[in-house]
């Protein structure tokens, strides 16, 4: 494995290094791929737990008190009750820029089609005679759904959070946003237009791990304000605080994943467009410094004039800075591979929050990507089509967590209720088998619970 630092296209003072690394022409275990493939470095989950961990524990002891005291010192805002008055929901709506309502509108309409088709049916199975075992699916009664704040403004993720929610059946959904200062206080009102647009009335202006905190434990009432009452599920995506509040809480809470800073990986090969593949790794690396954007390619001709579009581009987007810290930090490169196969094989070693295909016949090596938070497929399904209309959700895994992790859906919000109903008859005829296993187990009180039914 090789790593440099290469861009022979711009002078160094300009040029956005974006590194490489060379994997062809060896045989690599999964660990040693996962090893290889770029990463953040610096910060990470574990260094962040012990503030987190503090800021738990405040809001837990301090409730809505801890909460004000925090807003003030991370937003830096004054803050008596965090619940967001319904007159501003209102407000905001009112005031949205008309394309914008239309744009959300359109958003909110194709991601209920397809959150409508994710729900999963019921089930009954006989097993014999009086033997029935069912699966119900239930939802949950409780959620509390995290919108960020930070760099930018992400209404989307209010579309994304309370769609599938609201399409699983929950009754009772909170929404959290960080306070912004210029807003008195308040979330960004095209978030709260959005909460509005969705008929979600139970807004809170609470940011990062203390936002977490306040959904998983609830926070009691005070003079200043009603409880804010616990939830059953937390999702969202978040920074690293977010993610490891949300790392934390789990067990007291079920959470969607751990969705931390963005990443976008691209498979291509020397039919994909350069210029193309360059828009798609800076309409990530937008979204935050830390954001990785990696190029998995067997073509050198390719590397190399999409470095020479992403000087170009990266100097002319609105936010140059940002977007050159990202792609020249060690999360994001090329990784030069032998072919599709060895590229494959990165791509599930990865396991990309966003995954583009650009490469021949792209529909059937999308068919054979193992892990990745989303895939989207040829040169006409950017990750900004994700983000906002596709109609699919862009609340993803990150990190490698899409290896075993899935992006928020209806089943996020949704629970699977085993129900046995079976008749003496039914009962009698696995008695033995039964008495046998309890035995076999050492737990005859097991067995004895059967067979007292028949004596």
Known sequence: ?????????????????????????????????????????????????????????????????????????????VQYHPLVPREALASALEALEPSVRGALEESISRARRFADGQRPRNIEVQLGDGAVVAQNWVPVARVGLYVP???????????????PALAAGVQSIALASPPQKEFGGLPHPTILAAAALLGITEVYAIGGAQAIAAFAYGVAATEAGPALEPVDVVTGPGNIFVATAKRLVKGVVGIDSEAGTTEIAILADSTAQ????????????????KAASVLITDSEALAAAVRTELDRQAAATKHSARVREALSGPQSGVVLVDGLEQGI???????????????????????????????????YSPVSLGDYCAGSNHVLPTSGTAAFSSGLNVTTFLRAIQVVN????????????????????????????VTIRFS
């Open 274 to 289: 350069p210029r193309l593949v360059a828009a798609d790794l800076i309409s990530q690396a937008e979204h935050d410094p």
């Open 345 to 379: 094989a990165a791509c599930d070693a990865y396991a990309a929050e966003h995954l583009e295909i650009m490469t021949r016949d792209a529909p059937a090596v999308a068919a054979r990507i193992r892990n990745a938070g989303a895939i989207f497929v040829g040169d």
């Open 422 to 449: 079976y008749s003496r008859d039914a009962l009698a005829e696995v008695s033995g088998h039964i008495v046998s296993l309890s035995g076999a187990e050492d737990l005859p009180a097991h067995g004895d619970a």
């Open 1 to 77: 494995m090789t790593i440099s630092s290469e861009n022979p296209a711009s002078p160094a003072a300009t040029a956005v290094d974006f590194r490489t690394v060379d994997l062809r022409g060896q045989s690599l275990t999964l660990a040693a791929l996962r090893a290889a493939v770029p990463r953040a470095q610096g910060q990470t989950v574990a260094d962040a737990e012990e503030k987190v961990h503090h800021i738990i524990a405040a809001v837990r002891q301090g409730g809505f008190v801890a909460l004000g005291e925090l807003a003030q010192r991370f937003d830096g805002v």
């Open 149 to 163: 704040g930070g760099l930018a403004v992400y209404p989307s993720s209010v579309i994304m959070n309370v769609v």
